[in-house]
């Protein structure tokens, strides 16, 4: 069983940072140069300054932890008197233009090994995140931003009552148009309700996998008992109806050799069935059957359906996986074209040598004329496969799951020492 805690928790401070809608920002793996520098035009408190530091001279986790110290001195960060829950409700329309609202619960979890019972992961991770985080974690002390899990315990948010029934904590609406609002959940009853509800619940870690791997590493380093033994998590029931994944569709550069050329297209023909649509219907859909992707090029801007000729292929070239596994969409990409076909290894996938992802279809257009030569179009991952490939204790090709929205990093930290 996972262990869930109301977090001790370190906040800004409203009255002197102003809206918190001008300090939070999205997570830091996904924002470049230029948003770093926009977020701190807004305010110079933002949470990009410590959890994405950069540094003209010096260490840059080390000056992170200076202007930590610093903004603890001056009253914009302050220690909360009491443990709490934090809740949030996401208000957002998705990549399908589908109004929803997503909720969720900020806690803190004990860091443990993977394992049945406990918390499962349903991605691969890379060495380079790990070491810049846990870089982070070591000189700041505490978790800047969260890990998104899923649970499928009984759904703890009913149980916060009238607590998320009065005017909200804080309000952010943020560049993709979600509205993020956070209640402070103090009361002992409903904390122990929470506790209770989430006692036997797994946990399936959605969007943070290097983060966690990161508290994992540096709780056995700091070793003893103590809040170094907890991360930061937002845990969202996986019957929660605002839940929603959409695909990340893939990129392929590298594609300049007449030779390479030739092998994808005559490769593409052996493995799929093929056939020409409309651009507009280049996401396939569900009832496509087993490995089945749009596909796209720069040159010919020609868009097509594939359908996988033999899925029995599937038990030949994967057989040792498990068959939630064998059936997932980026798997198939991956082992049979990626690989099969290019010749691409797992290593050139993780450091995205030859690839690149996009969000949607019209980002892939966009990527096209931007140097990118082909593209495949992806379906989205249903959550109960990614729940049964974790399960299985498998972990997904990266970049297989696209959980929207996005947590914001800063609406409340989570301190380890």
């Not at 992170?64 to 001195?73: H, I, N, S």
């Amino acid at each position: 069983m996972a262990e869930v805690q109301p977090i001790p928790a370190l906040r800004y401070e409203p009255d002197v940072v102003g809206p918190l809608g001008s300090v939070t920002a999205p997570p830091y793996d996904v924002i470049d140069a230029d948003q770093r520098r926009a977020l701190l035009a807004r305010s110079p408190y933002n949470v990009v300054a410590i959890d994405l530091p950069v540094a003209d001279e010096g260490d840059p986790y080390e000056q992170a932890a200076a202007t930590l110290a610093g903004w603890r001195e001056e009253g914009a960060l302050v220690d909360e008197a009491e443990p709490a829950f934090w809740a949030l409700s996401q208000d957002y329309s998705g990549p399908d233009g589908r109004a929803m609202t997503r909720h969720g619960i900020f806690a803190r979890v004990r860091v443990t090994d993977y394992g049945a019972g406990t918390i499962r992961p349903h991605e691969r991770t890379q060495p380079g995140p790990k070491e810049d985080r846990l870089r982070l974690t070591r000189a700041t002390k505490h978790n800047l931003s969260p890990i998104f899990s899923l649970y499928g315990a009984a759904d703890a948010w009913p149980l916060l009552g009238t607590a998320v029934e009065t005017p909200p904590w804080a309000e952010v609406s943020d560049d993709d148009g979600t509205t993020h609002r956070l209640w402070r959940v103090s009361d002992p009853e409903t904390i122990d309700a929470v506790k209770s509800a989430l006692a036997p619940a797994e946990l399936l870690i959605a969007d943070g996998h290097h983060r966690y791997e990161t508290a994992r590493t540096y709780a056995e380093e700091i070793d003893g008992e103590g809040g170094h033994r907890y991360t930061l998590m937002c845990l969202t029931s996986l019957e929660d109806p605002g839940l929603t994944v959409f695909p990340t569709h893939r990129l392929l550069s590298n594609l300049d050799e007449p030779a390479r050329q030739e092998a994808l297209g005559s490769g593409l023909k052996r493995l799929f069935e093929i056939e020409e649509v409309e651009t507009e219907r280049l996401q396939p859909a569900e009832t496509d059957g087993v490995g089945a992707f749009g596909y796209i090029d720069s040159h010919f801007r020609r868009a097509f359906r594939l359908r996988l000729r033999d899925p029995a292929i599937l038990d030949e070239v994967m057989g040792d996986r498990s068959p939630a596994y064998r059936q997932l969409d980026a798997a198939i990409l991956e082992k049979l074209v990626l690989e099969g076909i290019l010749g691409m290894s797992e290593a050139d996938v993780e450091a995205k040598r030859g690839i690149g992802y996009a969000k949607s279809v019209d980002d892939v257009l966009a990527a096209l004329d931007g140097g990118y030569q082909a593209a495949f179009i992806l379906r989205p991952t249903p959550v109960e496969q990614v729940r049964a490939v974790a399960d299985a204790g498998e972990t997904m090709p990266p970049k297989s799951t696209y959980f929207f929205p996005k947590l914001l990093s800063g609406m409340v930290f989570n301190p380890l020492a």
